[in-house]
């Protein structure tokens, strides 16, 4: 079973910066879209941003715009989430999930590989 591994989650001030990173050892992530989705005790899982296999496609949920940035470096397999200027609104379990590349270059399609999330706290 295909499990991507998720790393970088913290406590951090409110302000401050994360960088999440993801890879696995069983897929060659430049075959796919990246994802990375979040949920919140008690909040439904919301969808954060995402990447085209390419990289020349990035989409970021409104919340975070403008404060996160999604990157993915396919020599070392890994996609990277860079958070600045959290709030304590970000909070949350982190995922990310992979879907097969699309003709579109996009990230359309159905994330099928997921993680077990890594923790991001901000303290106000």
């Known amino acids: 079973q295909v499990r991507m591994v998720e790393s970088g989650g913290g406590l951090v001030q409110a302000g401050g910066s994360l960088r999440l990173s993801c890879t696995t050892p069983e897929l060659d992530l430049d075959d796919f879209a990246m994802g990375w989705f979040r949920q919140a005790p008690g909040k439904e899982r919301e969808g954060v941003s995402c990447?085209?296999?390419?990289?020349?496609?990035?989409y970021y949920a409104d919340s975070v715009k403008g404060r996160f940035t999604i990157s993915r470096d396919n020599a070392k397999n890994t996609v990277y989430l860079q958070m600045d200027s959290l709030r304590p609104e970000d909070a949350a379990m982190y995922y990310c999930?992979?879907?097969?590349?699309?003709?579109?270059?996009?990230?359309?399609?159905?994330?099928?590989?997921w993680g077990q999330g890594t923790q991001v706290t901000v303290s106000s």
């Open positions: 999930t992979a879907v097969p590349r699309s003709s579109y270059d996009d990230c359309s399609g159905t994330f099928n590989y």
């Open positions: 990447i085209s296999h390419s990289g020349a496609k990035t």
